[in-house]
């Protein structure tokens, strides 16, 4: 039973990844899930190390999300699609 006490580090990190899509809920899980890792890490090595390495692979992803979102804001672009190209050769 004593493995269960890093089951929310592995959930947060497992969470962190899907919500890496939407930055402001993809971070908080992950930074929520490193330091949750971090303090379990000493008797529950196996679920803390997973969920540590997951919530990283989350912040990294929702970090790059929101670097590209503030770039292509800031470029007055919406994505790596030109939408506005498609739409005049549909119309």
Do not use: D
């Amino acid at each position: 039973m004593e493995y269960k006490k890093a089951t929310p580090a592995l959930v947060l990190g497992l969470i962190s990844i899907p919500l890496a899509i939407i930055p402001l809920l993809g971070l908080p899980a992950a930074i929520g899930g490193i330091s949750l890792s971090i303090l379990r890490m000493e008797n529950h090595k196996k679920n803390a190390m997973l969920g540590l390495i997951l919530s990283i692979i989350g912040l990294v992803l929702g970090g790059l999300n929101a670097v590209f979102g503030v770039f292509f804001a800031s470029t007055g672009q919406y994505g790596f699609i030109n939408t506005q190209a498609i739409l005049s050769s549909i119309l």
